[in-house]
């Protein structure tokens, strides 16, 4: 069963800009800065919020797994760094 909502009416600015309801922004937990992905559809517009990774910080986590490796074993080789981060790909991915 899909849950839909009362729409609202919005206008678009002379510049093209629309305001997305409060209640709507609150709820998907868009806030300034947010990227959306918008394209058109038939004879509508579709936003989509846009999932972006920090990417500095999942390079911090896997600096820091390998750290903890080096701690453990001492110095690790190309191949046992490229296995760490490997590993904490596939875990991303679960």
Do not use: C, F, H, W
């Not at 206008?11 to 800009?17: E, I, R, T, Y």
């Not at 517009?45 to 600096?63: G, Q």
């Not at 080789?77 to 596939?90: P, V």
């Amino acid at each position: 069963m899909t849950n839909y909502e009362e729409p609202e009416v919005v206008v678009v600015s002379s510049k093209g800009q629309v305001v997305i309801p409060q209640t709507i922004r609150e709820k998907l937990r868009i806030g300034p800065k947010t990227k959306l992905l918008v394209y058109s559809y038939q004879d509508g517009v579709i936003m989509k919020k846009l999932e972006i990774p920090d990417l500095a910080k999942e390079l911090e986590e896997v600096y820091k797994k390998v750290d903890e490796g080096i701690a453990k074993y001492g110095e690790l080789s190309g191949e046992e760094i490229n296995e760490i981060i490997q590993k904490y790909r596939k875990q991303k991915t679960k």
